[in-house]
């Protein structure tokens, strides 16, 4: 059963990364974006975004869980 929600977890983070848009366009592509350029994350990538970093924290307890259960 945690083998099975280590999975579940892993696959919606891992969609939840390649929905993140970071740079588009061949300058993003070749490496062309400005240093120092923030922009900030506002509505569907602003909860995209928290739910990666929620998910990820998720997978983590549920790991250590599995250790410190035995289960392998």
Do not use: P
């Not at 891992?14 to 974006?33: C, D, T, Y």
């Not at 983590?60 to 259960?69: H, N, R």
């Amino acid at each position: 059963m945690i083998a099975l929600i280590q999975i579940v977890l892993s696959i919606a983070i891992i969609v939840l990364i390649l929905l993140q848009e970071r740079s588009s366009g061949m300058s993003g592509l070749l490496g062309g974006e400005g240093i120092g350029f923030y922009q900030a994350r506002r509505g569907a990538e602003k909860i995209i975004f928290y739910t990666t970093i929620v998910l990820v924290v998720a997978l983590a307890i549920v790991a250590v869980y599995g250790l410190s259960a035995g289960i392998h």
